[in-house]
C-alpha cells in the first residue's frame, strides 16, 4: 500500500471500510454524528469584514451543529498581532460558549496552523456570475453579519491563507507556509461507524482553487480532494494572472475507519504567466471549513430553474457527502420519480414535470433531503378577470364578438317619459369609459348598418377633446378625427363624418331632451354611395361620398361611448340595444326595429348588445416568457395567427377569429442546468 502524500486509499482499504459499515449497522448503530467546523477571521474588529457565527443552515448542516473556531487576525500591520497561528480547542458535549456547539458524543481537539486569515466576499454558487458576493451584492457589504440569506454565505465570508496569494505583508509572492489542520479524538464522535470529510473554500486571490489533501495521520494515507468547478471570478486587474474573489466545495474524501487523528493540508498553491499572452494561472489554497460525518449530508442542493419553456430540457443536479455507499432518489412534490436514482435527473420542460423537486439520499446511517427546487414551465395561465368587464354579443345566428368595458356601469332600466328601456349602460363623460369590439372581418364590408337607443341630457363640454361627443367611431390609425364617426353634438343634433363623406347634420329633432331616441345609420362605401340617418324611424339626413368610394378604416376596432384618439369628447349619457348589420336596413327594417324592437336580417347582424344582464367576467391569459407569441384561431383546426394586441397579461375578448387560443414560442429549445459548476 503507497503511504505517500497525495495517494488514495487501496482498494483493500475500501473494503474494510465497508465491512465495518454493515458491521456497525449489525450492532444496533442508533444514531450517527455530523459536524461542520468554520474558520473565522477578524479583521481589525471590523463588523463588516470579520467572519461570521454560522446562523442558519449550510451545506445541508444545521447550525447547532457548526462549530465557530478562534477568529484569526488578517495579519495587516494595522490591525495588529503576529504572523503565523498555532490554535487548538477542544469541543465535547458540555461546549456551548466561544461559537462552540455540543458534539452530540466524544470529545474532540482542533489545532491548526495559519499564516494569517482574511475575510472573503464569495456568497456560493447560487450568487450571480462572476462576483458571487453576498446578499448585499458588493464587496464589503453588511448584510452577512446583519443579514445574511444563506448559511454558506457565513462560512464563505472567512478563510485561512494559503502564505502565497496576497499573504501579509503584503505583495503577490508571498512564501509562506501553508494551513494545517489536525482534528483528533474521532473515536470518540465516531464510536463504531466510519465518516467522510468534505472541505469548503474562499478566497479574494484566486482563478480556481488547487487541490488539498485529507490524512490518515495514523497509518500515513493521503486523500487528495479537489475543487473541480470553481465558478469564474471577476478579475481585479491588478496582477499577470486572473485575480479575484471566489469560492467553491471539494470532492469527499475516502472513507475513514477506526480513525482517530486527521489532518487537512493544502497542496502548495501556484501562480505564473500572463492573462494577456494566455498563459496565466492563479490557484490558491486556501480553506473556509470542513464537514465530517457517516450519515448522508446534501451539502450542495438543487438551484431552482425559474423559467423554462415547451421544447427546453432541465437538469437538476445535486452533491451528497456520506458514507457510501449512497443511494439517490429524485422526488417530485414528494413523490419518487421511476429510475431517477443518480445525483442528476435529467426531464423535459413540460407542464406535468412543474413543481417542487427533492433529493433524498440514503446510506446505512441514516437520510438527508435536499432543499427544495421550484421548477417552473411556462405555460398559459388562464384566470377570471378582477372586475366585470366583458359585455357580451347575444346576436343568434353569427359567431360571438363581445365588447370590452373600460368603466361603463350597467342598469337594469331607465324611464324618460313614458319610455322605459331595461338593460342599459350608462356612460359618463371620461376618456376610458366606452366599450370596445375586436376587429372582425364581418365589420370590413363596404356596406353597413349601425343602430341603438340612447338617452342623454347634453354633452359635457368641459371633458377632453374638441367637440361633439361620440356615439360610434372607427378611427384612422394614422389620423386622429378623420375616421368614421357619429357625433352628439353640443347643440344636441346629430352629425355623421366619414372619408370622402362631408359632413351631414340632421336638422331635427334634438336627441339632448334626456328622452329615449332610436338612430339607425346606413353606409355604402361603393362609388355613388351615400349614408343616411334615421332618427326615430324617420330619415333625418342624407349625403353622399362625393362619387369616389373610399375605404372605410377596416382593421380597426369599434368604439362606442368614447374615442380612443381623444380628438372627440366622451359620451355622456345611456345606451340600449346596439347593434351591428353588414348590410344596408330599408327604411322599413329601420322602421320595424323602432316600434317593435325586431331582429330584421339576422344573417347579416353580427353584433348586438341588449345589455340584459350585466357584463361579465372575462377570461385573463398570462405567461412568463416575453419571446412567447399567443395565437388564436376561429376553429381549433386553425388557422392560427398572432392575436391582436397580445401582451401578458391578455383579457380575452372573443371575435369570430379569436374562439381558440395557444400558446407559441419562438426560442429554441434550450437546456437549464440547476447547478452548472457541480463537479
Same mark, same amino acid.
Given at each position: 500500500?503507497?503511504?505517500q502524500?497525495?495517494?488514495?486509499?487501496?482498494? %483493500?482499504?475500501?473494503?474494510?471500510?465497508?465491512?465495518?459499515?454493515?458491521?456497525?449497522?449489525?450492532?444496533?448503530?442508533?444514531?450517527?454524528?455530523?459536524?461542520?467546523?468554520?474558520?473565522?477571521?477578524?479583521?481589525?474588529?471590523?463588523?463588516?469584514?470579520?467572519?461570521?457565527?454560522?446562523?442558519?443552515?449550510?451545506?445541508?448542516?444545521?447550525?447547532?451543529?457548526?462549530?465557530?473556531?478562534?477568529?484569526?487576525?488578517?495579519?495587516?500591520?494595522?490591525?495588529?498581532?503576529?504572523?503565523?497561528?498555532?490554535?487548538?480547542?477542544? *469541543?465535547? &458535549?458540555?461546549?456551548?460558549?466561544?461559537?462552540?456547539?455540543?458534539?452530540?458524543?466524544?470529545?474532540?481537539?482542533?489545532?491548526?496552523?495559519?499564516?494569517?486569515?482574511?475575510y472573503?466576499?464569495?456568497?456560493?454558487?447560487?450568487?450571480?456570475a462572476?462576483?458571487?458576493?453576498?446578499?448585499?451584492?458588493?464587496?464589503?457589504?453588511?448584510?452577512?453579519?446583519?443579514? /445574511?440569506?444563506?448559511? $454558506?454565505?457565513?462560512?464563505?465570508s472567512?478563510?485561512?491563507?494559503?502564505?502565497?496569494?496576497?499573504?501579509?505583508?503584503?505583495?503577490?509572492?508571498? #512564501? =509562506?507556509?501553508?494551513?494545517?489542520?489536525?482534528?483528533?479524538g474521532?473515536k470518540?464522535?465516531?464510536?463504531?461507524?466510519?465518516?467522510?470529510?468534505?472541505?469548503?473554500?474562499?478566497?479574494?486571490?484566486? $482563478?480556481?482553487?488547487?487541490?488539498?489533501?485529507? *490524512?490518515?495521520?495514523?497509518?500515513?494515507?493521503?486523500?487528495?480532494?479537489?475543487?473541480?468547478?470553481? /465558478?469564474?471570478?471577476?478579475?481585479? !486587474?491588478?496582477?499577470?494572472?486572473?485575480?479575484?474573489?471566489?469560492?467553491?466545495?471539494?470532492?469527499?474524501? !475516502?472513507?475513514?475507519?477506526?480513525?482517530?487523528?486527521?489532518?487537512?493540508?493544502?497542496?502548495? /498553491?501556484?501562480?505564473?504567466?500572463?492573462?494577456?499572452?494566455?498563459?496565466?494561472f492563479?490557484?490558491?489554497?486556501?480553506?473556509?471549513?470542513?464537514?465530517?460525518?457517516?450519515?448522508p449530508?446534501?451539502?450542495?442542493?438543487?438551484?431552482?430553474?425559474?423559467?423554462?419553456?415547451?421544447?427546453?430540457?432541465?437538469?437538476?443536479?445535486?452533491?451528497?457527502?456520506?458514507?457510501?455507499?449512497?443511494?439517490?432518489?429524485?422526488?417530485?412534490?414528494?413523490?419518487?420519480? /421511476?429510475?431517477?436514482?443518480?445525483?442528476?435527473?435529467?426531464?423535459?420542460?413540460?407542464?406535468?414535470?412543474?413543481?417542487?423537486?427533492?433529493?433524498?439520499?440514503?446510506?446505512?446511517?441514516?437520510?438527508?433531503?435536499?432543499?427544495?427546487?421550484?421548477?417552473?414551465?411556462?405555460?398559459? *395561465?388562464?384566470?377570471?378577470t378582477?372586475?366585470?368587464?366583458?359585455?357580451?354579443?347575444?346576436?343568434? #345566428?353569427?359567431?360571438?364578438?363581445?365588447?370590452?368595458?373600460?368603466?361603463?356601469?350597467?342598469?337594469?332600466?331607465?324611464?324618460?317619459?313614458?319610455? &322605459?328601456?331595461?338593460?342599459?349602460?350608462?356612460?359618463?363623460a371620461?376618456e376610458?369609459?366606452?366599450?370596445?369590439?375586436? #376587429?372582425?372581418?364581418?365589420?370590413?364590408?363596404?356596406?353597413?348598418?349601425?343602430?341603438?337607443?340612447?338617452?342623454?341630457?347634453?354633452?359635457?363640454?368641459?371633458?377632453?377633446?374638441?367637440?361633439?361627443?361620440?356615439?360610434? $367611431? %372607427?378611427?384612422?390609425?394614422?389620423?386622429?378625427?378623420?375616421?368614421?364617426?357619429?357625433?352628439?353634438? #353640443?347643440?344636441?343634433?346629430?352629425?355623421?363624418?366619414?372619408?370622402?363623406?362631408s359632413?351631414?347634420?340632421?336638422?331635427?329633432?334634438?336627441?339632448?331632451?334626456?328622452?329615449?331616441?332610436?338612430?339607425?345609420?346606413?353606409?355604402?362605401?361603393?362609388?355613388?354611395?351615400?349614408?343616411? +340617418?334615421?332618427?326615430?324611424?324617420?330619415?333625418?339626413a342624407?349625403?353622399?361620398?362625393?362619387?369616389?368610394g373610399?375605404?372605410?378604416?377596416s382593421?380597426?376596432?369599434? $368604439?362606442? !361611448?368614447?374615442?380612443? =384618439?381623444?380628438?372627440? %369628447?366622451?359620451?355622456?349619457?345611456?345606451?340600449?340595444?346596439?347593434?351591428?348589420?353588414?348590410?344596408?336596413?330599408?327604411?322599413s327594417?329601420?322602421?320595424?326595429?323602432?316600434?317593435?324592437?325586431?331582429?330584421?336580417?339576422?344573417?347579416? +347582424?353580427?353584433?348586438?348588445?341588449?345589455?340584459?344582464?350585466?357584463?361579465?367576467?372575462?377570461?385573463?391569459?398570462?405567461?412568463?416568457?416575453?419571446?412567447?407569441?399567443?395565437?388564436?384561431?376561429?376553429?381549433?383546426?386553425g388557422?392560427?395567427?398572432?392575436?391582436?394586441?397580445?401582451?401578458?397579461?391578455?383579457? *380575452?375578448?372573443?371575435?369570430?377569429?379569436? =374562439?381558440?387560443?395557444?400558446?407559441?414560442?419562438?426560442?429554441?429549445?434550450?437546456?437549464?442546468?440547476?447547478?452548472?459548476? +457541480?463537479?
Open positions: 500500500m503507497k503511504r502524500l497525495g495517494s488514495t486509499f487501496s482498494s %483493500r482499504s475500501k473494503k474494510i471500510a465497508c465491512t465495518v459499515s454493515a458491521a456497525a449497522l449489525m450492532l444496533g448503530v442508533s444514531s450517527a454524528a455530523t459536524v461542520g467546523l468554520h474558520f473565522q477571521d477578524s479583521y481589525c474588529g471590523s463588523p463588516a469584514y470579520t467572519g461570521f457565527l454560522v446562523t442558519l443552515t449550510a451545506f445541508g448542516i444545521e447550525s447547532n451543529a457548526w462549530e465557530n473556531l478562534y477568529p484569526i487576525q488578517t495579519g495587516y500591520s494595522s490591525c495588529g498581532g503576529p504572523l503565523g497561528y498555532t490554535t487548538n480547542e477542544v *469541543i465535547d &458535549t458540555d461546549t456551548s460558549t466561544n461559537g462552540l456547539n455540543p458534539l452530540p458524543n466524544g470529545s474532540i481537539m482542533v489545532s491548526w496552523f495559519a499564516p494569517t486569515a482574511n472573503d466576499p464569495f456568497g456560493g454558487y447560487g450568487f450571480a462572476p462576483n458571487y458576493y453576498h446578499s448585499g451584492g458588493v464587496p464589503g457589504a453588511l448584510d452577512v453579519a446583519t443579514n /445574511p440569506s444563506t448559511g $454558506e454565505e457565513q462560512i464563505y472567512a478563510f485561512l491563507r494559503d502564505g502565497i496569494n496576497f499573504g501579509p505583508p503584503g505583495g503577490p509572492n508571498n #512564501d =509562506q507556509p501553508g494551513y494545517s489542520v489536525d482534528i483528533t474521532l470518540t464522535l465516531f464510536t463504531n461507524t466510519p465518516f467522510v470529510v468534505e472541505l469548503v473554500a474562499a478566497a479574494d486571490s484566486m $482563478e480556481t482553487l488547487t487541490n488539498a489533501y485529507v *490524512i490518515d495521520v495514523t497509518n500515513s494515507i493521503s486523500n487528495s480532494v479537489s475543487y473541480p468547478s470553481t /465558478p469564474p471570478v471577476s478579475d481585479v !486587474g491588478d496582477a499577470p494572472w486572473i485575480r479575484g474573489a471566489g469560492g467553491g466545495l471539494s470532492t469527499a474524501s !475516502g472513507v475513514f475507519s477506526n480513525i482517530d487523528h486527521i489532518r487537512i493540508m493544502s497542496n502548495k /498553491p501556484e501562480h505564473g504567466g500572463f492573462k494577456t499572452n494566455g498563459t496565466g492563479n490557484h490558491a489554497g486556501t480553506i473556509s471549513g470542513f464537514m465530517i460525518t457517516d450519515k449530508v446534501v451539502t450542495m442542493s438543487p438551484q431552482s430553474i425559474p423559467l423554462s419553456g415547451p421544447g427546453d430540457t432541465n437538469v437538476l443536479s445535486a452533491y451528497a457527502l456520506g458514507v457510501p455507499p449512497l443511494s439517490y432518489q429524485w422526488q417530485l412534490n414528494g413523490q419518487s420519480i /421511476p429510475a431517477a436514482t443518480t445525483l442528476t435527473y435529467t426531464f423535459p420542460a413540460v407542464l406535468a414535470n412543474a413543481g417542487s423537486y427533492t433529493l433524498v439520499v440514503t446510506n446505512l446511517y441514516g437520510a438527508a433531503t435536499s432543499k427544495v427546487s421550484i421548477v417552473t414551465v411556462d405555460h398559459l *395561465i388562464v384566470s377570471p378582477a372586475t366585470n368587464n366583458i359585455v357580451y354579443d347575444s346576436n343568434p #345566428d353569427n359567431p360571438q364578438n363581445d365588447g370590452f368595458n373600460m368603466g361603463a356601469t350597467w342598469l337594469a332600466s331607465s324611464t324618460a317619459g313614458s319610455v &322605459t328601456r331595461t338593460g342599459v349602460m350608462s356612460f359618463a371620461a376610458t369609459n366606452g366599450i370596445s369590439v375586436a #376587429d372582425n372581418g364581418a365589420f370590413d364590408g363596404p356596406t353597413g348598418t349601425i343602430s341603438f337607443w340612447m338617452q342623454s341630457a347634453g354633452t359635457d363640454t368641459s371633458s377632453s377633446g374638441t367637440l361633439g361627443a361620440a356615439l360610434f $367611431e %372607427r378611427p384612422v390609425a394614422t389620423n386622429a378625427g378623420g375616421g368614421f364617426v357619429l357625433l352628439q353634438l #353640443d347643440s344636441g343634433l346629430l352629425e355623421f363624418i366619414g372619408p370622402n363623406y359632413p351631414e347634420v340632421s336638422p331635427s329633432p334634438t336627441v339632448s331632451d334626456n328622452k329615449w331616441h332610436f338612430v339607425a345609420l346606413t353606409f355604402d362605401q361603393t362609388t355613388n354611395g351615400f349614408a343616411q +340617418l334615421f332618427i326615430d324611424g324617420s330619415l333625418a342624407t349625403n353622399s361620398n362625393g362619387g369616389t373610399y375605404t372605410w378604416p382593421g380597426q376596432a369599434l $368604439e362606442f !361611448g368614447y374615442d380612443s =384618439q381623444v380628438y372627440y %369628447r366622451p359620451y355622456n349619457g345611456l345606451l340600449n340595444d346596439v347593434r351591428y348589420y353588414s348590410a344596408i336596413l330599408s327604411p327594417e329601420i322602421g320595424s326595429i323602432y316600434s317593435s324592437g325586431a331582429l330584421a336580417d339576422t344573417a347579416d +347582424l353580427h353584433l348586438e348588445f341588449e345589455f340584459a344582464a350585466p357584463p361579465g367576467e372575462g377570461v385573463v391569459l398570462s405567461w412568463l416568457e416575453p419571446s412567447v407569441v399567443l395565437q388564436s384561431a376561429p376553429t381549433v383546426a388557422p392560427w395567427t398572432p392575436a391582436t394586441g397580445a401582451i401578458s397579461p391578455y383579457t *380575452i375578448v372573443p371575435t369570430a377569429s379569436q =374562439q381558440f387560443f395557444r400558446y407559441n414560442s419562438t426560442n429554441a429549445p434550450q437546456t437549464h442546468i440547476s447547478n452548472p459548476y +457541480l463537479m
